[in-house]
T-cell receptor, first 115, second 111 residues
Framework: NAGVTQTPKFRILKIGQSMTLQCAQDMNHNYMYWYRQDPGMGLKLIYYSVGAGITDKGEVPNGYNVSRSTTEDFPLRLELAAPSQTSVYFC??????????????FGPGTRLTVL | GQQLNQSPQSMFIQEGEDVSMNCTSSSIFNTWLWYKQDPGEGPVLLIALYKAGELTSNGRLTAQFGTTRKDSFLNISASIPSDVGIYFCAGSNQAGTALIFGKGTTLSVSS
C-alpha cells in the first residue's frame, strides 16, 4: 500500500494563479480531509468528505474548493491564489466509524508559496 | 470554537531523560489522539484514546485520557535521538464532525 499520496511536493504560485493539489489513497477509506499547517500552528481543517460525491466545509474553507468523484481521490482547488494561502497542505484519510474524530492517516504534504 | 492548549511549546532534553507533555481544553472531547511529525513529513499517529480515564502505552510512549474529558497527557520514557520532532495532540469535538489540533510541542534531544 502506498497509503496517502500527494502531488506536487512543492509549488510556487503567483498571486491570482490557480492550481489543484492532488491527493489519493489506496486504503479504500471513505473519509478524506484537507488541512493546512502554518508555522508554529496546529493543523486547520479546510474541507472534508465522508464519501464519493459528499463534501463539507471545515474551519477555514474560504478560497478553496474540493470535489470527490471517486473513493480514492480528493483534489483541492485554489482558484485565485493569495499570499495568505502560503502554507503546507496535508491530505488525510480514515476508515473507522469514529472517522471524523478517529485515526487519520496523513500524506507527506504539499508546500505552497504564493508570491 | 473549541481550542486545545498544548504545553510546553518546546523542550530541550538529554538522551535518556523522560518527557511529559499535555493538552487541555475548556470543553469536552470524545477522543484524544497523539501524533508525531518529523521534519518535512506528515503527522503519524502514535496513540488513540477513546474512553475517559483510559491509559494506553505504545512502546516507550504512554498517554492518558483525562477523567474530566478535558485533558490528556503524553509521556515518553528514556528518550532517544529519533524522538526528535513535533508532537501534536488532537481531539474530536462532541459532534464528531472535526478533529481539533493543538499547536504542537517541539522536542529536541541531545546525545
Amino acid at each position: 500500500n502506498a497509503g496517502v499520496t500527494q502531488t506536487p511536493k512543492f509549488r510556487i504560485l503567483k498571486i491570482g494563479q490557480s492550481m489543484t493539489l492532488q491527493c489519493a489513497q489506496d486504503m479504500n477509506h471513505n473519509y478524506m480531509y484537507w488541512y493546512r499547517q502554518d508555522p508554529g500552528m496546529g493543523l486547520k481543517l479546510i474541507y472534508y468528505s465522508v464519501g464519493a460525491g459528499i463534501t463539507d466545509k471545515g474551519e477555514v474553507p474560504n478560497g478553496y474548493n474540493v470535489s470527490r468523484s471517486t473513493t480514492e481521490d480528493f483534489p483541492l482547488r485554489l482558484e485565485l491564489a493569495a499570499p495568505s494561502q502560503t502554507s503546507v497542505y496535508f491530505c488525510a484519510s480514515s476508515y473507522s466509524s469514529r472517522a471524523l474524530g478517529g485515526e487519520q492517516f496523513f500524506g507527506p504534504g504539499t508546500r505552497l508559496t504564493v508570491l | 470554537g473549541q481550542q486545545l492548549n498544548q504545553s510546553p511549546q518546546s523542550m530541550f532534553i538529554q538522551e535518556g531523560e523522560d518527557v511529559s507533555m499535555n493538552c487541555t481544553s475548556s470543553s469536552i472531547f470524545n477522543t484524544w489522539l497523539w501524533y508525531k511529525q518529523d521534519p518535512g513529513e506528515g503527522p503519524v499517529l502514535l496513540i488513540a484514546l477513546y474512553k475517559a480515564g483510559e491509559l494506553t502505552s505504545n512502546g516507550r510512549l504512554t498517554a492518558q485520557f483525562g477523567t474530566t474529558r478535558k485533558d490528556s497527557f503524553l509521556n515518553i520514557s528514556a528518550s532517544i535521538p529519533s524522538d526528535v520532532g513535533i508532537y501534536f495532540c488532537a481531539g474530536s469535538n462532541q459532534a464528531g464532525t472535526a478533529l481539533i489540533f493543538g499547536k504542537g510541542t517541539t522536542l529536541s534531544v541531545s546525545s
